[in-house]
């Protein structure tokens, strides 16, 4: 049998965008919509919808760079709707059978880089406020995104000689800055190195031109300079 079509309104309610992005997306290729024998309406299998929402790097990745929509699945506007859906991710992980030493540095991997966003953007993010927060449990996967000021320009309030973002990656996950509020809310990251360096997760991070890989169960850093340039910050959490 053949699958039921579903009208660019119906598609619209299942992504949680506009009509009018999805007419936006057609256009420019990002994601093509079904004509019925040349007609004007647009129409989509539920499957390729799917297929769409789950290419979390992409969809994350896009929305640093370019500003693109997300669904409204992904973003998360303050921290509290990021706290509902943070307990939500760790109900998945039970539920999926993933280990029960894994689960809760996962949970607290993903929440500190996601509150990370918020304590360092609160009353200053540049256009849109809010993160962008998904996970894949067949795939093993977190994905945190924020279009926030970025580590060098956070970390300059306290070390104003920092010189690029190169710099501010590897301070921002080497170095205390500051025992004080507000900066004692950027430490988190050393934590975050030390659970990847002690266990079976993995780490890319990227902020402006740099990119930071943790390797699972190895404390090493790999931190280079990236061909584009993106808004904010980018995650993604293998485990």
């Known amino acids: 049998m053949e699958e039921k079509l579903l009208n660019i309104r119906q ?24 004509r019925k024998e ?18 979390l ?43 029960d030493q894994l689960l809760p540095l996962v949970v607290a991997v993903a929440g500190e880089i996601g509150n990370n966003s918020f304590d360092h953007n609160l009353g200053n993010w540049p256009d849109t ?22 580590i060098l320009v956070t970390l300059r309030r306290v070390r104003p000689e920092l010189k690029n973002h190169v710099d501010a990656l590897r301070v ?6 500051s025992g004080r509020a507000p900066e004692e809310r950027g430490n988190g ?13 993995s780490l890319f991070f990227r902020t402006g031109d740099a990119e930071l890989r943790l390797e699972k169960d190895n404390p090493e850093l790999f931190i280079t300079r ?12 293998n485990f």
């Open 57 to 99: 790097v992409k969809l994350a990745h896009d929305w640093t760079a370019e500003g693109s929509e997300i669904p409204s699945t992904f973003y998360c506007a303050d921290s509290s709707i990021f706290q509902a859906r943070l307990s939500t991710l760790q109900a998945v992980l039970v539920k999926a059978g993933i280990a």
């Open 226 to 237: 990236s061909a584009t340039d993106i808004r904010g910050c980018f995650a993604l959490i």
């Open 38 to 55: 040349g007609g004007v309406h647009r129409y989509y299998h539920q499957k390729d919808l799917e297929i769409f929402a789950s290419d």
């Open 11 to 34: 598609a619209s309610e299942i992504l949680g965008v506009s009509v009018d992005t999805l007419r936006r997306w057609d256009k420019s290729g990002k994601l093509l919509a079904i």
């Open 189 to 201: 990251l050393k934590f975050v190195r030390q659970v990847v360096a002690e266990n079976p997760i």
């Open 172 to 177: 921002a996950f080497t170095e205390i800055v």
């Open 129 to 150: 406020p809010g993160i962008f927060f998904g996970y894949d449990v067949t795939k093993r996967q977190v994905v945190l995104a924020d279009r926030g000021l970025g």
